[in-house]
């Protein structure tokens, strides 16, 4: 079987790179960056780059084709909402239309965001639920859900979309907010600083550790509905809060201040997300396997690693 990852060598392309080849399958990825995985065939391509995608495409000819590449980090997409919709829509009709003028039936797996949902009436929300995107990286996310789900339609092309809550683990970048407080305890435990810096820890989130996302892609590309969208969510959520306390509690740190930096707050941020996973589960049988604390030792570990070698 033959596999293309787009935006291989990002947090969730490098874990889903090492799932595949697990499952002896032959791996191809595109990305801007290089890959950490040498054993993959690697193009170095941008994803709005449409001659060289549709070359990319033309020499693979993949059975599979895992959809990750795109920025993904909220506060970038507030200052640069064009090269936002740039990367994530114009660059998924760019695969898609290269699919289509190769006559390539691979099957795709679009790897959406949750985001799409904004602040939803129902909590936990479901895949029927209204699109309310509260951000350009959500909206852009929003429209190419559509975009997906119209190829299928119009053009037969065998796409699942996968809606994405949360996800974190070792090798994540300190963007985002479990690794960013990762980092900074694993600092601390090293420095006479005493202060971790937050933003806004009152929202909660629904989190996956990335592990049990990539089965979650896997399981989804084997046994999702063609046409489908799918939450791949946890089902549960957490406050920010928790999320600190946790990492503290497992960390050799004695009652460290919080403070809010205020640049780390955001215009709209989403109060609750929290996703019903009932369809992922019942279409594909997966279930997660890693509890949050497990998830947040090993993300300690990781940045322990890092700061012993500063
Ligand atoms: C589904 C969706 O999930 C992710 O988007 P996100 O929810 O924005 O993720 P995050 O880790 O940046 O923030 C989570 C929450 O935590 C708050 N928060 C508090 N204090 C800090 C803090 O210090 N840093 C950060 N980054 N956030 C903080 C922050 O305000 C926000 O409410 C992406 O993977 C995205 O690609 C995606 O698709």
Not at 110 to 138: F, M, Q, R, T, W
Not at 172 to 185: E, G, L, R
Request: glycine share 6%; net charge neutral; hydrophobic share 35%.
């Amino acid at each position: 079987m033959r596999a293309l990852i787009t935006g291989v060598s990002g947090f969730v392309g490098t874990f889903l790179c090492e799932k595949l080849l697990a499952n002896n399958y032959e791996v191809f990825g595109l990305s801007r960056t290089q890959p950490h995985n040498k054993s993959i065939t690697f193009y170095s391509c941008d994803i709005t780059d449409s001659l060289k995608v549709e070359q990319v495409i033309d020499d693979v000819r993949p059975d599979e084709i895992y959809h990750l590449a795109g920025s993904a980090f909220i506060p970038f997409s507030y200052n640069n909402p064009s090269e936002t919709y740039n990367t994530i829509v114009n660059g998924t009709m760019i695969l898609y239309e290269a699919l289509r003028k190769l006559k390539i039936d691979a099957k795709i797996l679009y790897v959406g965001s949750a985001a799409v949902y904004g602040d939803g009436k129902s909590i936990p929300v479901k895949e029927e639920d209204l699109l309310h995107p509260n951000n350009p990286y959500a909206g852009a996310k929003a429209c190419a859900d559509i975009i997906s789900e119209q190829y299928v339609r119009t053009y037969g092309m065998k796409i699942i979309r996968a809606r994405s809550f949360n996800h974190t683990g070792p090798n994540q970048s300190s963007n985002y907010v479990c690794s960013n407080f990762a980092k900074q305890i694993s600092e601390m435990e090293h420095n006479d600083r005493n202060i971790i810096r937050v933003g806004n820890i009152n929202v909660k989130r629904d989190f996956l550790d990335v592990r049990d996302v990539v089965s979650a892609y896997y399981l989804l590309m084997k046994h999702g509905k063609v046409g489908e969208a799918y939450n791949v969510s946890s089902n549960k959520a957490v406050a920010i809060s928790e999320i600190l306390n946790l990492l503290i509690s497992n960390s050799e740190l004695i009652n460290p201040k919080i403070e809010v930096d205020t640049s780390k707050l955001r215009k709209n941020d989403t109060f609750v997300r929290l996703g019903d996973n009932t369809k992922l589960k019942v279409d594909t049988g997966w279930s997660p396997v890693y509890d949050l604390n497990e998830t947040m030792k090993d993300l300690l570990h990781y940045w322990r690693e890092i700061s012993s070698k500063l």
